[in-house]
């Protein structure tokens, strides 16, 4: 009996360091909650289970992606009141500044952390169309005319619509100079504007499933997807001249993940972001990837057309919100201008 | 009476916890505005038409189900006909029913692409992404109050004061005006009041179908959500502050207007 037992001790110290190492190889799986706006359902599906894959391969450690989705603005805001999100990758970096700001859970330059401003794609506004474009709509000055219906959200509550009221501006602004011209074009066209929905899937759910307008202005991904799987053959995509380069940005919650201790998976998840995989994923989804080989590769999907940029042409999003989207900026006032 | 210190206190805590509480959390936020900044934002132009889209839907709605669910509990009560349980079940759906899912739904079928939209459009006629379609949406939502508040009035009058009415001479009519309506009046105005009250407050249903233009077709509660989200939680206060006290004076004049009523029937003194 007492051998046995001897036994017993002498292999368990011999197998102690083993079984030790085994749990080295295998940690405990962790868990990260990606909060990130409306349209990026499908590409983060597929990211997630790529990452997770390549991740158990490199560490062996189990990892799960929960996603959630909303309008940019609702979101932030929701990790603002405590969502504990690991990461968040919203439709603009004006979002994630309020997250730094109003609840400290990052610091004020994130955006410096990461490649590229922490962007790791960007994308376009451009126009979707109903098949044949029977209104003749080709650029901006087409959204103005008597009898055109244009969706786009609410710029108040939408990222996407942002995009879009700014790439619009842009475009006045450069064809017509003044600002009080380029306040015209924006109230005639958002007199052509029928309904406004809150988020950028409920602008396309409006002109895709409910037949509303003539026009809707989406991300490019947007359109794509509405052109290739919502309705095969009932659209076309219109580009228009000129139109702003859509950065939407990744950044880390600090505060949360060393609450979680989820720091090192989460960086690693936003790191894979940039890598040649996740590229060939983003631009399968629509999305333009920044990574020149896979840029190369797929150039033939992204028309090329003169983008404006927000920091070049608005200042940064700071002085873009407080100009245009604030209390009494001038979407209110094209708004109340346009209602008459 | 037994258990009266108990229950009274119980339903002094639940209700100064579950209604009280938060109520006075957006009275004193809205405060911390001052009252300049106060009356730019819950009285904006902007602010103004959404109250009176709000209010003046949810009134107009209830108005329109105290007429037809006054009609259905009287089918209901008063006669049998096959499939009378499950018109009685359908009467309860827009209670169950997640109010998104109603808003779609109302939205497929009344967009100009829907099965009821698409005549519509070709006479002219459009109700979805318009106003109308914000009374649309708020009768269905109002629809059960009314008819459960009047069914069991109805079904406890008995059906001998019709017949000794008619049996000394009255018309129909009058036994609908003098007999009927003052039995269910209290009832129905409660109804009324209870669809109202809840049509004022309707967000789910409402925001698929209303198109959302400010000035035009905004409700209330969304110019609250959208000043959530652009962080302004004082604005949306002073916003719900102002429903607040609007939705209070109203429901203070219908419980009085229930209360005269009661002591006029009771002998008037």
């Known amino acids: 009996m007492r051998r046995f037992v001897l036994a017993g001790l002498a292999a368990s110290l011999m197998l102690g360091p083993i079984a030790l190492d085994a749990a080295k190889a295998a940690p405990a799986p ?23 894959a390549q991740w158990k391969a490199k560490t062996g450690q189990q990892v799960t992606i929960r996603q959630s989705h909303g309008g940019s603005g609702a979101q932030a805001r929701s990790v603002i009141e405590g969502a504990p999100a690991d990461v968040v990758t919203l439709a603009l970096g004006y979002d994630i500044d309020s997250i730094a700001d109003k609840a400290k859970l990052l610091p004020t330059n994130w955006q410096k952390r990461l490649p590229h401003n922490s962007t790791p ?3 376009t506004i451009v126009f979707l169309v109903r098949k044949g474009n029977p209104k003749g709509i080709h650029d901006w000055g087409d959204l103005i005319k008597p009898g055109v219906q244009v969706i786009t959200p609410n710029p108040k509550t939408s990222g996407g619509a942002r995009w879009n009221y700014l790439a619009a ?68 995509i219109v580009v228009p001249s000129v139109s702003i380069k859509a950065e939407p940005p990744v950044a880390l919650v600090d505060a949360n993940v060393d609450r979680k201790g989820t720091r090192k998976v989460a960086e690693a998840y936003l790191q894979y972001l940039y890598t040649r995989p996740a590229q060939e994923i983003i631009a399968k989804n629509y999305y333009r990837p920044i990574d020149p080989v896979v840029a190369a590769k797929t150039a033939a999907r992204f028309p090329r057309l003169q983008l404006f940029t927000i920091d070049r042409n608005f200042g940064g999003w ?10 009494g900026g001038s979407f209110d006032q094209v708004f109340a201008a346009a209602k008459r | 009476m037994p258990g009266l210190h ?36 819950a009285f904006s132009a902007r602010a103004l038409a959404a109250y009176r889209l709000s209010f003046g839907a949810a009134l107009l709605a209830a108005a329109i ?44 079928i009344y967009a100009n692409t829907g099965i009821i939209g698409r005549p519509l459009a070709a006479i002219g006629i459009h109700i979805a992404y318009k106003p109308a379609g ?43 005006a003098r007999v009927l309506l003052p039995e269910v009046a209290p009832a129905l105005l409660t109804g009324f009041a209870l ?37 302004d939680y004082e604005g949306a206060t002073a916003i719900a502050a102002v429903m607040l006290a609007i939705s209070f004076a109203m429901l203070a004049v219908i419980n009085f207007i229930q209360a005269r009523e009661r002591h006029w029937r009771d002998g008037g003194r």
């Open chain 2, 134 to 176: 914000v009374v649309l949406a708020l009768i269905f939502i109002g629809l059960p109050f009314v008819v459960r508040t009047v069914e069991p009035v109805l079904a406890d009058l008995p059906k001998d004061i019709e017949e000794a009415a008619a049996t000394l001479g009255a018309s129909r009519l009058a036994i609908f």
């Open chain 1, 318 to 327: 700071a002085r873009a919100q407080a100009a245009h989207f604030a209390d």
């Open chain 2, 6 to 41: 108990l229950t009274l206190g119980m339903t002094l805590l639940w209700l100064g916890l579950l209604v009280l509480l938060p109520m006075a959390a957006v009275i004193a936020r809205s405060l911390g505005l001052g009252p300049r900044h106060f009356a730019e934002v």
């Open chain 2, 65 to 108: 189900n105290a007429v037809f669910g006054f009609g259905i509990a009287w089918v209901l009560t008063r006669y049998q006909f096959p499939g009378k349980r499950l018109a009685s079940a359908l009467v309860d759906l827009p209670f169950a029913l997640p109010t998104a899912v109603a808003g779609i739904a109302l939205t497929a």
């Open chain 1, 121 to 123: 794609y960007f994308s």
């Open chain 1, 30 to 52: 962790a868990e990260l909650l990606n909060v990130s706006y409306d349209p990026t359902r499908e590409l983060y599906r597929s990211i997630d289970d790529a990452f997770a």
């Open chain 2, 195 to 231: 669809a109202f009250a809840r049509g004022v407050g309707e967000y789910g249903s409402v925001i698929f179908i209303a198109g959302n233009m400010p000035f035009v077709s905004e409700i209330a509660p969304l110019l609250i959500v959208t000043q959530l989200e652009q962080f």
């Open chain 1, 169 to 236: 501006w842009g475009y006045a602004k450069k064809t017509y100079g003044t600002d009080d011209k380029v306040r015209d074009y924006m109230v005639k066209l958002f007199r052509n504007v029928p309904v406004l929905d809150s988020g950028a899937r409920g602008a396309t759910t409006t002109f895709v499933q409910r037949g509303q307008g003539d026009v809707l202005l989406a991300w490019e991904n947007e359109a794509f997807l509405a052109v290739n799987e919502l309705g095969k053959g009932k659209f076309d």
